[in-house]
């Protein structure tokens, strides 16, 4: 092949369709328990996070519900993944071999937000929130009273119920019910059974099972690793428990000219995608995490 500026395009062209082909048909799992938010700025302030509003009966004036103040702030990150074509590649007609590189690439791209977003759950019991407690804990406050998101007990019926029971019972400072009621039970590949057990099976130890169906149940590669770690989330409401920030989406970009200096001094032409973005924690009243390291 002669390697000129329209043979480029021509490549360059056909990389950007196998990507944008490949993008659009990869499967995630993130925004299932993340709401993206379009950031406009370097990062976000999320000082609305603290409490959840509730209509009340109008007698006399109206009450001002002003929204709990907190200093939460994402901060947005650059992402990249670029990769180098040899212009004898080219010149020899061997461009057919990156093809599934830049599938490989648009795939990546695609998931990242998972790595992002199930990272958080990862850390959730180390990592604060809001209201400077972890995002997984047994201090935080509601009003006066003491709220724990957090368990060590290890993925079984009674737990899953507990967890279930105390997302539910969450009520906010006047002892009106937030309705929060649970949908989506989180796992590593490892409890991929214990899961299906409690949310699929008719019968547990011969007894009629009634959690059958009460929640969805999501198994996440990249939760592997951490085997005992289990999620109980609630992600029904407009903010769900994390929040995916975007300022800048995935966009494709090449380096083909022959002044390029990769070009001129490697004979190298470059491929690679780009993005801002970040993710942090919504309401920690809409989680609820075990560690799993005790019966």
Partial sequence: MIVNQQALQGITT???TIFN???NETKTLWDK????????????????LGKIPRMREWIGDREIQNLTGS???????????????????????KIGVYNPVIQDIAQSTATFPDTL?????????????YDRQPFFSDAHKIGKKTISNKSTKVLTTTSYAEARSAMMSIKDENGESLRIIPDTLVVPPALEDAGRKILMSDQIDGSTNIYKDTAKLLVVPELAGNDTAWYLLCTTKPLKPIIYQERKAPKFNALIDDKDENVFMRKQYLYGVEARANAGYGFWQMAFGSTGETA
Avoid: H
């Fill in 33 to 48: 328990i993340a709401t993206k938010v379009p950031s406009e700025t370097g990062e976000e302030s999320y000082k609305w």
């Fill in 21 to 23: 082909k490949a993008f």
């Fill in 117 to 129: 977003v199930f990272k958080l759950l990862l850390d959730g019991f180390t990592n604060k929130c």
């Fill in 71 to 93: 200093d939460y702030t994402i901060k947005n990150k650059d992402f990249e993944l670029t990769i180098g074509v040899d212009r004898n590649d080219i010149e020899d007609d």
């Fill in 14 to 16: 056909g990389f950007k």
